[in-house]
């Protein structure tokens, strides 16, 4: 077995390049054969995955080993979906998570502890599939894959205000990426206007007029930890939609605080959507992100689906997680 190993060392405020280094040691001492490469830039990783898809899809060999945030992880997925080799036979991912929100490692059960987190790989005989995200935007004529959540509005403003605040880095090193999560919501709740959405499920159409958390999820968790999407997981081919209105300030705080405590998608303050298809379109300009990333400011008309993946690292049971 070899690994194709990309690092992103700026994940997590740095975090990530203490873990390589304790992950190389490890892999040095098991002679364990493996190549690295370190990003150089934003969205690097985008095209290493994309040169190891061509190089190596389709190897039974191959795993492609991951070590960052969800950003990377998300880059490296659509990198190696670019090429249609690794469409047909995917190149399995190994996943090390070092950044703030840690929430694909959340959902699937990976061990914080990048050693440990290695064990999980180690201990793989054979990949375990999961259900991934896939969506197609027809305004920009796009498409790609994620394995967490696409967000527009609210949950997009706040992404955008996480990634560029100082705040970030300082409660990273303290482990609390959630706080900053929390602590950026509320400065997006003065400069979020609710927006026109359209909503399609099963030839079903539904329209919000003051819309402004609309969240498809793969798995329960979003920004660090908060259960956005109880009712899905990666291993269900379903996506979860959770679209909440923006009516007035006492409601919009009931379903903040539902929202914090993992209640928001259940409560009669939301509408949920479970299926394995989607659609959604806005009418207005607004922000998006997708595993964390940002989108943009743009208008959308996404359809979404799901296909599966296959990961190469033993998850924790419920109780290990
Ligand atoms: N060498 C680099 N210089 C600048 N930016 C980089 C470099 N390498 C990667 N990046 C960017 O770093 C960003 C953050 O990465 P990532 O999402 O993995 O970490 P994080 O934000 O700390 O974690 P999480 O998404 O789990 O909260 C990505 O958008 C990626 O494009």
Redesign the pocket.
């Known amino acids: 077995m070899h690994f194709s190993i990309i690092i ?6 740095g ?2 390049k203490v873990a390589w280094q304790k992950v190389k040691a490890r892999l040095d001492q098991l002679k364990i054969n493996y190549t690295f490469q ?8 985008t095209y290493l995955g994309r040169k190891l898809a061509d190089r190596f899809a389709g190897s039974s060999d191959e795993i492609v080993l991951v070590i ?8 490296v997925l659509n990198g190696l979906m670019k090429s249609e080799a690794n469409r047909k036979h995917p190149l399995p991912i190994a996943y090390i ?8 490692a959340r959902g699937y059960g990976i061990n914080l502890d990048p050693l440990a987190a290695l064990d999980q790989i180690l201990a793989a005989k054979q990949a375990t599939l999961i259900s991934i995200g896939h969506y197609f935007e027809a305004i920009k004529n796009e498409e790609g894959f994620f394995f967490n959540n696409i967000g527009i509005g609210f949950d997009a403003s706040i992404v955008s205000r ?2 560029n605040s100082k705040q ?1 880095k300082k409660l ?1 090193h303290f482990h609390l ?1 959630h706080l900053s999560y929390l602590a950026n919501a509320i400065g997006a709740l003065y400069n979020q206007e609710p927006f026109e959405l359209m909503v399609e499920n099963q030839h079903h159409r539904d329209f919000y007029r003051k819309s402004y958390i609309v969240i498809v999820s793969n798995h329960p968790f979003i920004g ?1 930890g908060f259960k956005i999407a109880p009712d899905t997981s990666l291993y269900d081919p379903n996506l979860e939609l959770v679209v909440a209105e923006r009516k007035n300030w006492v409601l919009t705080l009931i379903q903040l605080w539902r929202f914090a405590r993992g209640k928001l998608a259940h409560s009669r303050f939301a509408h949920r959507y479970h299926a394995k298809q989607l659609r959604y379109s806005t009418t207005s300009l607004e922000f998006g992100q997708m ?4 989108m943009g400011n743009r208008f959308v008309d996404l359809t979404f689906d799901t296909i599966a993946y296959p990961i190469w690292e033993v998850p924790l049971t419920k109780k290990e997680n």
């Open positions: 992103n060392e700026i994940a997590g405020g975090n990530a370190i990003t150089k830039a934003a969205d690097h990783a960052g945030g969800d950003g990377t992880l998300h880059q998570a070092c950044g703030t929100g840690n929430d694909f996480t990634n970030k990273n990426g660090g595993d964390g990333e940002e």
